[in-house]
């Protein structure tokens, strides 16, 4: 399950979830091209307008860069990144140096042509007034009347100006713009003595310095943001919402079926994690709270199959609930290898705590390959053998070795068995998620004592990954919490939708 999900977004490579993942056209589309015998024809294709399509994109891009900019307090932008030997780099190095070589070309020509050069010193110039402060407007003047467009133009047709004079104005300005970290930059640019390669450069370090700026921006703001996030997660929201319905498409359509999903698990009992909700909160109908459902709703991210359309009001966060989910099967694993060995072993493991976190910090980084890049069957091919040469050779340093010595093949077969079928039917397993799911929906029902785990008691048998299950958890509740505040009223909407419906069909 978890391998489909990590190469889909390794296909698409989407830091923030999909830009264009609400904008979801299937319901326009047939779900088979094919004309099937006996089904109706398929109705005339729905032309959307493209003025609503660019507002959609626009309030998904501004939804998410809010939204990052609140939840990661290292975010950052950056320029973009070409992978080493890709298309993408061959064709912006082409484009680049074809560039170049032009401008090259247009200044050592007889006589020089200057109709790019002034073009590119238009460009460099809004560039750089781009990195003034709003209340520097005596500088902005400044490099306006410097820079006079047609000024320059006059002067290079007249073979009164050089580039040099050029350069040397954009870098002494710059020098006074930039930030700390670019003054080794700068102090390059002023050993260029080619005027094509040095306006390259200056391009280049210009580019820097807005990505330097717009970041000093964010650091700025981000306080004022994470005052206001909610509220403006919300409307930014609606107004997706509205151009989603103004295209014809249900905005919803995918939250619906997820939190229904949910309340049909509680209506049967067979719900993630198999969870029963305690005896003492029991009431005729306590499966249909809200509460109830939208708990069970978000549990069913720790087991996500990527068969069903990812939730749009929980799409930004989709690769953090990801994240959740591979940390969570990875601790489970590890957690059950330990039983399973614990098991084989009798006590012995019990009075030396020091082979035991060795284990895990090796198994850690063996399940990190998982589900990436490895399956868990041949994962635990490698973390049988490591586990049992590990503990081999520690207890042989007391001379207590004999007991893996004489169980290595049934150690072998126990570890590897936990991935010979679907890894949540396996009994250990299967048993330590289930008191991990009733650990989250105790801190989900309960959320005062959410607010801090270091006090809180973790479920037998995940012991040994004690802070890394408060860390999972936390970031879960983290992001449960935000969405809820966010989406809440969605959610209870859907919900009233869901009860009713069950109401009238009784």
């Not at 070309?105 to 010193?121: A, F, M, N, W």
């Not at 050993?191 to 970041?215: G, Q, Y």
């Not at 008691?457 to 879960?476: K, R």
């Amino acid at each position: 399950m978890s391998n489909k999900n990590n190469d889909k977004q390794q296909e698409d490579k989407r830091p923030l979830g999909a830009v264009l993942g609400w904008i979801n056209l299937s319901p326009t589309l047939p779900d088979n091209q094919d004309t099937v015998e006996g089904a109706t024809a398929a109705s005339p294709p729905r032309f959307i307008d493209y003025n609503q399509l660019m507002e959609a994109n626009r309030n998904a891009q501004n939804l998410q860069l809010a939204h990052e900019i609140v939840f990661n307090k290292d975010f950052q932008l950056r320029l973009p990144e070409y992978e080493k030997g890709s298309l993408g780099e061959k064709v912006h190095d082409t484009m680049h140096t074809a560039f170049w070589d032009v401008l090259r070309e247009d200044l050592t020509s007889d006589p020089p042509r200057y109709e790019h050069i002034v073009k590119l010193i238009g460009e460099a110039k809004e560039d750089l007034k781009s990195l003034v402060l709003p209340h520097q407007i005596n500088l902005k003047n400044q490099i306006d009347e410097s820079i006079d467009l047609d000024t320059v133009k006059r002067r290079f047709e007249a073979k009164e100006a050089d580039p040099h004079q050029y350069t040397k104005y954009f870098i002494d300005t710059m020098a006074n713009l930039c930030a700390q970290c670019r003054d080794e930059n700068i102090d390059k640019l002023r050993t260029i003595d080619d005027p094509t390669e040095c306006f390259r450069n200056i391009m280049e370090v210009l580019s820097l310095m807005k990505v330097d700026m717009a970041n000093f921006n964010i650091r700025q703001y981000r306080p004022l943001l994470q005052q206001q996030a909610i509220d403006y997660e919300k409307s930014t929201f609606d107004k997706f919402m509205e151009n989603q319905r103004g295209m014809g498409i249900d905005p919803l359509a995918s939250t619906y079926k997820w939190l229904e999903r949910a309340f049909n698990r509680l209506k049967t009992k067979d719900t993630i994690g198999w969870y029963q909700i305690p005896t003492d909160k029991i009431t005729s109908n306590s499966y249909q709270t809200p509460l109830t459902i939208l708990n069970e709703a978000y549990c069913e991210l720790l087991l996500w199959d990527p068969k069903y359309s990812f939730p749009e009001t929980l799409e930004l966060d989709e690769i953090r609930y990801n994240q959740v989910h591979i940390a969570t099967m990875r601790l489970l694993i590890l957690s059950t290898i330990m039983t399973v060995l614990s098991h084989l072993t009798g006590s012995i493991l019990r009075d030396y705590e020091s082979i035991k976190n060795l284990l895990k910090s090796q198994m850690i980084i063996l399940l990190d390959d998982f589900p990436e890049k490895k399956k868990l069957k041949d994962i635990l091919i490698s973390l049988s053998e490591q586990v049992i040469k590990t503990t081999r050779d520690e207890l042989d340093k007391y001379d207590k070795a004999k007991i893996i010595i004489d169980n290595e093949e049934n150690i072998k077969d126990a570890i590897t068995a936990i991935g010979q079928h679907h890894v949540i039917e396996h009994a250990v397993f299967k048993l330590l998620f289930q008191r991990y799911v009733g650990f989250i929906h105790n801190l989900l029902d309960n959320p005062g004592s959410s607010t801090s785990l270091t006090n809180v008691a973790i479920p037998n048998g995940l012991n040994i990954v004690m802070n890394e299950v408060i860390s999972t958890v936390s970031f879960f509740l983290r992001l449960i919490t935000y969405n809820r505040m966010v989406f809440n009223e969605h959610y209870d909407r859907i919900i009233s939708q869901l009860q009713s419906s069950s109401s009238s069909n009784k």
